[in-house]
């Protein structure tokens, strides 16, 4: 069965740490450009960040700038979302997402396989 699976969210406080891993079963990321994604309460869900398949380029939405960086390990079939100076506002549940290219770029659109979502809660 082919499936995304999201890691790593929880409670932290304002300025606070994070770690998302997105692990894949019964297919390889090798040929896959990874994104993450979060829909909080009551909003559409954005993108957030994405990598290309090679990991050698990587886009980030204006709001998390600075503060997030998403890394990928082939070896272990993983990709990662560090989350520094994490806001209130960064609440939401995280998806990650996979879309088969070989490009080197990364979309938010035509996704082929979805995780179910981890929730990370920024509050004091």
């Known amino acids: 069965q082919l499936q995304l699976v999201e890691s790593g969210g929880g409670l932290v406080q304002p300025g606070g740490s994070l770690r998302l891993s997105c692990a894949a079963s019964?297919?390889?990321?090798?040929?896959?450009?990874i994104g993450w994604f979060r829909q909080a309460p009551g909003k559409e869900r954005e993108g957030v960040s994405c990598?290309?398949?090679?990991?050698?380029?990587?886009n980030y939405a204006d709001s998390v700038k600075g503060r997030f960086t998403i890394s990928r390990d082939n070896a272990k079939n993983t990709v990662y979302l560090q989350m520094n100076s994490l806001k209130p506002e960064d609440t939401a549940v995280y998806y990650c997402?996979?879309?088969?290219?070989?490009?080197?770029?990364?979309?938010?659109?035509?996704?082929?396989?979805w995780g179910k979502g981890t929730l990370v809660t920024v509050s004091s």
């Open positions: 997402a996979a879309q088969f290219h070989g490009q080197e770029t990364c979309y938010y659109y035509g996704m082929d396989y």
């Open positions: 990598i290309s398949s090679s990991g050698g380029s990587t």
């Open positions: 019964g297919f390889t990321l090798d040929y896959y450009a």
